[in-house]
């Protein structure tokens, strides 16, 4: 699988061979398409910061969109990039479809990349979004060649994970508390806490969308630390002050809404920044929100909550499987009226986010898993599973409207 990045080794020997003739483009602007030289039709966007200068090595993140909008993909990063300098590349070409053509795509806009500009090889990090992100960190895995991961949305493909140990980047997941793959981000917290790479997850209260820029900056203030930590940048005390004092507002303020988990979260999250007797405080907080009865009552809804989720996604998977083998419902999709009906009861009577917030996950996946299996069907011809999906969905979209 190393062999298959061989262009980013190219990369980063080609880094001080770049081209300084070329014309430069605008700063602080999306520039929508740059054109990749001695392809048919394959260009990316591109973000200068501000502060960018053109013979000064510059740090950089290239970003994959799952539907190969360029411009969609930068305009989360654009607040980070201008406070910490960081040039913003996306693929105008790399979407959701088979991994080796999304590969050839990545190398190739490497390559154009690292020979337009001054990229300084310490500080590459890679990102993306839904299928997207499962690309960033597969290329992070088998390449060596990143510093760090964002990961928003999605993880890893199964097979990459076999490959985990090992790896020195860090990695960053952020992920929407009603995004259909929430559970998925919280499992791979913990796997890459097991194969001991560095890592953290931000969640906000979205779905399955890009991050706001105001979360994505948040993200590379945390990034920042640990190029502080593996000498790739000098530390700056007043960034950490500010980076620490925020963050810590943002604790105390989840605490004041009895959002306990979130409050445990940010507090462990920003904690290792200090080890003075500031630091000792927050351990205390720490230690004493865990002793309260609403951060123990939490933590009970929450592993209920996995539990049911898990057997409700299971039960949708098997059902589905079933009828699409047919591609027919025997019974007028009642499973599916049932399902959605005690789904939509739950949110209603339950004054518990926590619920609230499973609930729009599971009809998040229901109605993503029929999108997509009509769109499979199509592409292979699959006409009575078609209009299977088709009724399916209607049937679905008549449920959510009463």
Known sequence: MKNTFFCLFILLNS??????????LPKGVIVDLVKIANTAN?????????????????????????????KIGIEPFVLAAETYNYILVC?????????DINIKIANRLFDSVS???????SQLYISGFSGGARLAGS????????????ACGASFNG??????????????????????????????AAWLDKVKIKNTLFISPLDHTWPLQKE???????????????????????????????????????????????????????????????????????AAVKKTKEYKSQIRTRD???????????????????ELEAAKSEDGFRFWKTELKRLKERKMKSDDILIKNMVDRLLFMINTLVYETAKKSKTNFQNDKLEYCKELEKTLHSIEMN
Not at 139 to 150: E, H, L, P
Not at 171 to 180: E, L, P, Q, R
Not at 304 to 320: A, F, G, K, P, R
């Open 304 to 322: 209920e909550i996995v539990v049911l989720e898990n057997e409700v996604t299971n039960s949708v998977l098997d059902q589905l499987d079933k």
């Open 15 to 24: 880094i001080c061979g770049y081209s300084q003739d070329k014309q430069l």
């Open 91 to 99: 693929s105008n070409n790399s979407k959701n479809g088979p991994a």
């Open 139 to 150: 290329i992070a895995i088998s390449s060596g060649a990143f510093q760090g991961v964002i």
């Open 42 to 70: 394959e260009s990316y966007a591109i973000y200068l910061p501000k502060q960018y200068v053109k013979n000064v090595p510059s740090a950089v993140v290239f970003i994959f969109d799952p539907g190969a909008r360029g």
């Open 216 to 286: 994505m900056l948040r993200t590379f203030d945390w990034l920042e630390i640990q190029a502080y930590k593996k000498n790739i940048r000098k530390s700056n005390d007043t960034i950490i002050k500010r980076i620490y004092n925020e963050n810590l507002k943002i604790a105390d303020s989840l605490k004041g809404n009895d959002e306990m988990i979130l409050v445990i979260t940010e507090y462990e999250r920003w904690k290792v920044i200090y080890d003075d007797k500031e630091n000792e405080e927050v351990k205390s907080t720490i």
């Open 159 to 188: 097979l990459d994970k076999l490959a985990l140990q090992g790896n020195n980047f860090s990695y960053v997941g952020m992920v929407g508390s009603k995004d259909m793959n929430y559970q998925e981000m919280i499992q791979n």
């Open 115 to 121: 020979s337009e500009y001054n990229l300084d090889h």
